[in-house]
């Protein structure tokens, strides 16, 4: 037990070292917290005691335990850690305690190098990318949205899981089958939209089953990859029909009902 108490707070440690970076902002808001912990009384109290309540809980092991299935659900746990606050209340007692402005300067300028050179610049992250329209938004996105839009005012999607929070954020009147949840990500979700998801972003979509959930969930648009497009007996059999091409993606609306038998041919017309 003690063993394994250990073994997770090591990893506890791992994952702390990984949200600050290089480790120097961490070792920076460490000692920030020691100065203000024996700089004044008050502050010990009204601050730092409370923020070591809060990290005995946050970098508790057994709360690592039953959260660690979810890294990026632990990690928020984090963002409660007042580090900027008490670098920036440190720097400021710090810089204050001096009485020559030759020594405040290049204890700011010594800061402010460790913050900058040492920090980490989020817009290199692989999540950013240059923005191209005023939305911040997939331009293709918003082209199928506008498209879908023009068809229908509230239209109701199936389409790639990447998709899925461009269209949401463009126009809440669009409804998505799933979103950001559709892998627990939030929130639970049912394996039927799951299989949902996973299938129409395969290589060989089956869109019997895709086709099949759009028509019993009242979806009237799917949108599928070019790559994979929908055969016309198919959509045929859905009440289904081509709208339009997009920059990678194929639309499909729905414009009539289904019919009942699944061996209908074009022959039988």
């Given amino acids: 037990m003690i063993a394994m108490i250990r073994n997770l707070f090591v990893e506890v440690m791992g994952q702390l070292n990984i949200y600050y970076g290089e480790g120097v902002i961490l070792a920076i808001a460490v000692a920030s917290t020691i100065y203000l912990f024996v700089s004044e009384k008050e502050i010990r109290r009204k601050l730092i005691y409370p923020v070591l309540l809060m990290l005995v809980v946050v970098l508790n092991p057994l709360v690592y335990y039953f959260i660690k299935g979810s890294l990026s659900s632990y990690w928020r746990i984090f963002w409660i850690i007042p580090d900027v606050i008490l670098i ?118 089956d869109y019997d089953v895709i086709l099949d959930a759009a028509v019993k969930g009242d979806f009237n648009f799917v949108i599928a990859y070019d790559r994979a497009p929908i055969d016309d007996v198919t959509l045929f059999q859905y009440g289904f029909e081509h709208y339009r091409s997009i920059d990678g993606y194929e639309i499909y609306i729905q414009t009539g009902e289904p019919i009942i038998d699944p061996d209908w041919t074009p022959e039988e017309e």
């Avoid at 463009?170 to 949840?181: F, H, S, V």
Wanted: hydrophobic residues 40%; contains cysteine; aromatic residues 12%.
């Fill in 88 to 205: 920036a209340l440190a720097a400021a007692k710090l810089v204050s305690s001096m009485t020559k402005t030759r020594f405040k300067l290049l204890t700011m300028a010594v800061l402010m190098i460790l913050l900058v050179f040492f920090g980490k610049n989020i817009f290199e992250g692989d999540e950013f990318s240059k923005r191209y329209n005023q939305y911040g938004l997939s331009t293709t996105a918003i082209w199928i949205a506008d498209a879908m839009l023009e068809a229908d005012e509230t239209p109701r999607c199936i389409c790639p899981y990447t998709m899925t929070w461009h269209l949401r954020a463009y126009n809440p009147d669009i409804e998505t089958m799933y979103g950001r949840d559709i892998d627990g990500y939030i929130v639970y979700t049912t394996p039927d939209r799951t299989l949902i998801s996973h299938n129409i972003s395969a290589e060989e979509p």
